[in-house]
């Protein structure tokens, strides 16, 4: 059983939501406040929660700030970080809950409070996915009086961990230096995860991972993601009564939402989970959850395709001649999918114009785009197209057309990141105009893909149409525009493979990913750069949805670019015009092996065996309980001299099974592949054979046999 309810007559309810190997429990104590109680292992018996109840208080600290609350709200002696902040109509700014009863459907358990005085009622939904070890959690805020009622927060989540000292890690990334990520601790205060930037945004991811002295393999980690595409919030604050609450959601950096009679608000989802096996837990059930319940069909279960994608190769400078002739060499290789980025549009010869505009350049493409696409599909490759939706240059016929439609304020000159300016998507005809232009391209030409970018986060929360006292509901309005839009496209274009990009991982969140197929996860193609951009991806997102590729960036031994690009979904940025023979073979045999592996890679459990920031080396490994690929990362700057040996401990195998193992690359002592397939009969009849408690235990050796050195280990069961 998944919700358990103990002493629902009461009026002190427990509530027990339990997954396969999780407890989440909490109660209406005796004080009548909604108080947390336990995270944590699984406990089946609700008789043991029956609590005393907290909320006494004492002097100086009331009974609200020393209960550790399931739901909070500003006032009414709380001085903490609340869950919710709200005014009534006439001026009272504290809400007071009480419960009134819970209900359940299915997974999903509703609990109804409300306040004392005024018809206000605030639903907290938890739905449990037993066998992912995830709850997701929401919460709907109903007005039911004549006068309105501004929230001015609402977080999706509240609970909290008894103890102090609290280590979290989260990223400090940029413009292609994405997932930078950091560890504190927090032993007081409040610490504040937030993107303002209508998007997921670089500058931080929408998720948090909490924790004492966990590591990749042991130890305990809460954690959780922000199902919302917009901008978000978390806050940690450590207590001094020795626990520290957790709560994310929206941002209300800059937010209020005007709620009439019965209207209501719904907050966005957070799904929460609980490890005791550390962060390779924690990332295998999240990567789970996705592709069992977050990712659209019908991609879902399919292995995404090697692209390549013309941008590092010709930037703005498209042309239908030069187009084929890279799309030629894309065949030839391997490629399956050939996209053509920006440049193909209105007057787009630069960014800055042309935005908006969305019908072929004649001038590049004299008969439209169907030779260019005839041809790609002809050389049995797929085809895809680049679009940046929610943006206008002011240099384009759009914007001379409606200079109305972006977010601006009056008496100010519009601001203008990379020369643009942003929709305004709380406006039906300017979603409407995006919609239409962006179906006209989509349903006049075979296009079988879409990379859907972003470049710009607004800050001028001004629109024509709304009123200025609602300006403060522009963040949240603009968040549900995009993902209108994204979803009137794809219910239109369902066998359209839609790629989220905002300046590379600028829209990375679990909102996007139900709705697009794959992330593109930096503009930093850069093999090295890479590897720590995508091990900090990989801790929240799954590896499937993780673009990655392989350029001419970085001048590192080609291989090492591949390796690191086949750690994800395979892409191909090369300037093919450049290549000669020789390194088209080798790049074909990459893409070969990649598809050997592929469907490991995206759909297999994932072991971040070793890091740079800690080995002075990476070894990431893909597995699936027969088949096992390690990708190994050496001779990295920062290790200097000697390039020791180091032995790569594979896990998830079976330690009585015997493996066959293969080293591949391009050294004397490893398999140095042409072209053929290395599949399993391959890796059999050349590999060496180990045990699984061998490999586990004392591992494989790996040599850096010279700077950016990199091999991949294959291990099939036999
Ligand atoms: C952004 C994207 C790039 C590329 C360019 C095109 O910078 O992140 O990958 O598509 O736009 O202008």
Redesign the pocket.
Known sequence: MAIILYGTDTGTPVFLLNTKNTSYAFCINKSGIAEHLYYGKLINSPADFETEGRGEGMAYHSGYDITPEEISSFGCQRYKETSMKLTFGDGVRDLRLAYCGCRTEDDTLYVDLKDMHYSLTVTLVYKVYEEYDIIGRSRIVRNGDDLPVTVESLYSSEFALRGTGYRYINSNGT?AGEFRMYENRLNGGKAIIESTRNAAAHVSTPAFAVYQNATETAGDVWYGVIEYAGSFKICLEQTPYGWMNILAGMSDTDFEWKLGKGEQLVSPTVYTGYSDNGFDAMSNVLARFSRGVIMPEPYRKKPLDVLY?S??AT??DVSCEEQMKLAEIAADIGVELFVM???WFGRRNN?HAGLGDWYVSREKFPDGLTPLIEKVNSLGMRFGL?F?PEMVNPDSDLYRAHPDWTYHYRNRPLLLG?NQAVLDLTRADVREYIVEAVSEILSENNISYI?W?M?YPFSECASELVPPEEFKSLHFRHAEGFTAIAEELKRRFPQVEFEA????G?RIDYRTMGIFDEF?T??NTNGYDRLSIQEGYSLFYPIKYMRAWATDSGHFPEEFNFHAAMCGSLGIGVNLNRCDEERLARMRSHIQHYKDIRTLVQFGTLHRLASLKTDGYQAVQYENGEESAAFVFGGVRERGFGMLPVRVKMRGLDPDAEYAVLRIGSWQDVFDRETEHIDRETVISKGVRKSGAYLMNYGTEVRFHYDMYSCIIRAVKI
Not at 501 to 504: F, K, L, V
Request: aromatic letters at 20%; glycine letters at 12%; proline letters at 0%.
């Open positions: 413009w994608n941008w590092e930037a703005f980025d920006d440049g960014d680049w940046e990379r990379k970018d470049n990009c905002a300046s590379g600028g593109w930096s503009d």
